[in-house]
């Protein structure tokens, strides 16, 4: 247990859902962040944020919509995905943006887009 | 733009001592980490380096060269548990984020 949880852990939706992943620290950090890793290929850090603001969009297609309403929760709201999205999709949080601190990441969820 | 590299993958043996490279290139450089990663976990964070030389963590240490853009992951009394995925990742400053590898399998066998 890292202090970081993401729900749901598995989810599989059409390419005409909409639906949303959650991610909740409970280490009083003050950055937290979407990666997503697909096989064979490096994480890819997608959103960062930094009390709240938004401070990193890495070049992400408009149907992946974050939002980080407190400190200690962050959302990533999907829709009209296609089947390349397909991965495990991470969030971690970490004391402060700065990225020598350690990040402590949730157990991710496995997104199948059909 | 940022790379990495590191081998796919690496074996050996319960006891052995493994030694996983990464070498990079960034526009920026700020710190190399490292993380580890079990099948179907989360990654959990092993060590940083911002200075040359070697910083030991119990049966972990990790290694940086600045000048030679590399570092590496030495894994010492190997264990069964340690069979993951390592990732290295560096603090690049032009985008102060962590840039990852695309990670080494580590197989242990008994």
């Known amino acids: 247990e890292t202090g970081v949880t993401q729900t749901p852990r598995h989810l599989v939706m059409g390419m005409t859902n909409k639906k949303s992943l959650k991610c909740e620290q409970h280490l009083g950090h003050n950055a937290m962040y979407w990666y997503k890793q697909s096989a064979k290929k490096p994480l890819e850090l997608m959103f960062v944020?930094?009390?709240?603001?938004?401070?990193e969009n890495n070049s992400v297609p408009s149907r992946f919509s974050p939002e980080c309403p407190n400190s200690s929760h962050l959302f990533l709201h999907l829709h009209t995905l296609q089947p390349e999205d397909s991965a495990l999709y991470l969030c971690?949080?970490?004391?402060?943006?700065?990225?020598?601190?350690?990040?402590?990441f949730g157990p991710g969820t496995r997104l199948t887009v059909t | 733009g940022q790379s990495l590299e590191q081998p796919s993958e690496v074996t050996a043996v319960e006891g052995a001592i493994v030694q996983i490279n990464c070498t990079y290139q960034?526009?920026?450089?700020?710190?190399l980490s490292w993380y580890q990663q079990h099948d179907g976990g989360a990654p959990t964070f092993l060590s940083y380096n911002a200075l040359d030389g070697l910083e030991e963590t119990g049966r972990f240490s990790s290694f940086l060269s600045r000048s030679d853009s590399y570092g590496y992951l030495l894994l010492q009394e190997l264990q069964m548990k340690d069979s993951a995925s390592y990732f290295c990742?560096?603090?690049?400053?032009?985008?102060?984020?962590?840039?990852f590898g695309t990670g080494t399998r580590l197989l242990v066998s008994p």
């Open positions: 990742a560096v603090t690049d400053t032009g985008f102060q984020k962590l840039v």
């Open positions: 944020y930094s009390l709240e603001e938004r401070v």
């Open positions: 971690a949080s970490s004391t402060h943006r700065d990225p020598s601190y350690e990040q402590y």
């Open positions: 960034t526009s920026g450089f700020y710190g």
